[in-house]
């Protein structure tokens, strides 16, 4: 079984940047697709990005133009780029990766706060 675990969350002041990354203790090559979620507080979970191994790239309309989902798979490693942050990215976010033999996969979550 592949473990994910995310870092790099952490107090942020609006219009500030910060980078997610999520480190895989096996290969993501081998994953169908890999995401990134968050749930706000009292919020239900929602996708913020998602990346196939094809490069096929999807965002959230509320985070389109700001963040970057990438993969390196030499380092089993998924990163999320957030730029431009505002109080409303506010949220604990996870990693998740879809693999055919061990179906969804999610890390613990890492919790990025945008306050002033």
């Known amino acids: 079984q592949v473990q994910l675990v995310e870092s790099g969350g952490g107090l942020v002041q609006p219009g500030e940047s910060r980078r997610l990354s999520c480190v895989a203790s096996?290969?993501?090559?081998?994953?169908?697709?890999m995401n990134w979620y968050r749930q706000a507080a009292g919020k239900g979970r929602e996708m913020v990005a998602s990346?196939?191994?094809?490069?096929?790239?999807n965002y959230a309309t509320s985070v389109e133009g700001r963040f970057t989902i990438s993969r390196d798979n030499s380092k089993n490693t998924l990163y999320l780029q957030m730029n431009s942050l505002k109080p409303e990215d506010t949220a604990v976010y996870y990693c998740?990766?879809?693999?055919?033999?061990?179906?969804?996969?999610w890390g613990q979550g890492t919790q990025v706060t945008v306050s002033s």
């Open positions: 990346i196939t191994p094809g490069g096929n790239i």
């Open positions: 096996g290969s993501i090559s081998g994953a169908s697709v």
């Open positions: 998740n990766a879809v693999y055919r033999l061990f179906g969804s996969l």
